[in-house]
């Protein structure tokens, strides 16, 4: 090799080696750089959630119907953790799954699952909601002071519901009342779904019916119009030791229905006897449907009201437990001889 191939080789031989140097320090740089990045996204991770299962806030929906119940279920968990703070809202079952789809709340109560819409909406966001199961209510019919109609077989009250009999006097012949104003508590309501869906067949609801805001409303309304028939969530009504429940239950009437064998004529109310042993009627499940996928405060409010103390407060709510026994004591009273 002569001198100038030596000096040409060690031209490209340098050349060569700034191309590695150049190279090797881009890779440190880009190896620092990805280093750096993954420090800072575990760091926004782990400040991202504030909340644990016994502190910070969470925000959830409540159906409106269930409001007596679930107020009182937050009131006592945040009594028990003096860190955690609650924020609910109480609105119709239609709005309270459109929340929660939405992730503007983390945790729903409602009287239903979820249907195949909602799920796929939840797979469409590679989230997997858990849902419990924490209670069994019933649908209440409520009619004013001055009607002697509080006890209708359960076939007879299907036919006001689907509007073959829209007067007081044709579903009960010793009624001198006039036409039956049937009132919901909200067009979006679990009480107006499942009318709909589960006695009507899915059919349009007669003509005679309209709707208020809540269950509240729906109670002074039928306590201040003679021909109207309310629907309501039984837990406005049950609560033997609520003060507002007991106030509700002076201003109307609750109406006893027979089982769905329309040869029975047994009348049984909506409370948490008659629940148990499935001889009312219209019964129906409660769920806690909650959408987050870690451990925060909304899995830890739904594991309370699922434990022990908070299906003792249901029960002493008059709805049906879901994982708490019922005592039942029937009494027989003596025939006077």
């Not at 968990?77 to 003096?82: G, L, T």
Request: hydrophobic share 35%.
């Amino acid at each position: 090799m002569g001198f100038i191939e030596v000096i040409e080789h060690t031209k490209e031989i340098l050349k060569l080696m700034k191309t590695k140097m150049k190279n090797f320090k881009f890779s440190l740089l880009l190896s620092t750089a990805i280093i750096g990045m993954l420090i800072t996204s575990c760091k926004n991770s782990s400040s991202q959630y504030t909340d644990t299962p016994t502190s910070g806030t969470v925000k959830i929906a409540v159906d409106e119907t269930l409001y007596p119940v679930m107020d009182s279920e937050i009131y006592t968990f945040m009594v028990s953790y003096k860190d955690a703070k609650i924020v609910v809202v109480y609105e119709p079952e239609a709005d309270v799954f459109r929340d929660l789809i939405n992730d503007s709340v983390k945790v729903a109560v409602v009287a239903r699952e979820l249907n195949d819409n909602e799920k796929a909406s939840f797979k469409k966001q590679t989230i997997e909601p858990m849902t419990t199961k924490i209670a069994t209510d019933a649908i209440a019919f409520i009619t004013n002071n001055e009607n002697i109609s509080n006890e209708l077989t359960f076939p007879r009250m299907k036919d006001i519901l689907s509007g073959k009999i829209k007067t007081w006097k044709n579903a009960d012949s010793k009624n001198e009342f006039g036409d039956i104003k049937i009132v919901f508590d909200n067009t979006g309501s679990s009480t107006t779904r499942y009318i709909r869906d589960s006695i009507v067949g899915g059919n349009k609801l007669p003509d005679n019916w309209f709707a208020l805001k809540t269950n509240s409303e729906v109670v002074d309304y039928v306590a201040q119009n003679k021909n109207a028939l309310g629907i309501i969530g039984v837990s406005w009504i049950s609560d033997q030791h609520d003060s507002l429940e007991n106030s509700f239950k002076k201003k109307v009437k609750v109406v006893g229905l027979t089982s769905n064998d329309a040869s029975d004529r047994e009348y049984y109310q909506p409370y948490q006897a008659y629940i148990a042993l499935k001889n009312y009627p219209l019964c129906r499940s409660i769920y806690m449907i909650n959408r987050e996928a870690r451990s925060g405060l909304g899995t830890g409010f739904s594991g309370y009201v699922a434990g022990e103390n908070g299906q003792i407060i249901i029960k002493k709510s008059g709805l049906m437990p879901a994982t708490q026994s019922v005592r039942l004591v029937h009494l027989q009273s003596e025939k006077i001889k």
